[in-house]
Nanobody, 114 residues
Framework: QVQLVESGGGLVQAGGSLRLSCAAS????????MDWYRQAPGKQREMVAV????????NYADSVRGRFTISRDNAKNTVYLQMSSLKPEDTAVYYC???????WGKGTLVTVSS
């Protein structure tokens, strides 16, 4: 049974930082690229970042490039999203997803106050 469990969300002031984690089980983690998505209130879900199986290749949405960093630890079956210089418009529920497969976590809420 595939499980993705996000954690690390919370309330932070604008300009602050948070690190999200997503622990995966039920898959061979090291063979799967991983995504982070987010969904803001009243908006469509959007992809934020993607990381390759080895972690050597990453890509970001224009809105977060230079502020967010995706990484992974295959020994811990975990993918991370380091978020810095947070803005109120980053407020959303953040989800991790197995790239190319329809498995999602339940999400973790990030709220950035101005």
């Amino acid at each position: 049974q595939v499980q993705l469990v996000e954690s690390g969300g919370g309330l932070v002031q604008a300009g602050g930082s948070l690190r999200l984690s997503c622990a995966a089980s039920g898959i061979i983690f090291s063979t799967n690229a991983m995504d982070w998505y987010r969904q803001a209130p009243g908006k469509q879900r959007e992809m934020v970042a993607v990381i390759s199986t080895t972690g050597r290749t990453t890509n970001y949405a224009d809105s977060v490039r230079g502020r967010f960093t995706i990484s992974r630890d295959n020994a811990k079956n975990t993918v991370y999203l380091q978020m810095s210089s947070l803005k109120p418009e980053d407020t959303a529920v953040y989800y991790c997803k197995i790239h190319g497969r329809d498995y999602w976590g339940k999400g973790t809420l990030v709220t950035v106050s101005s």
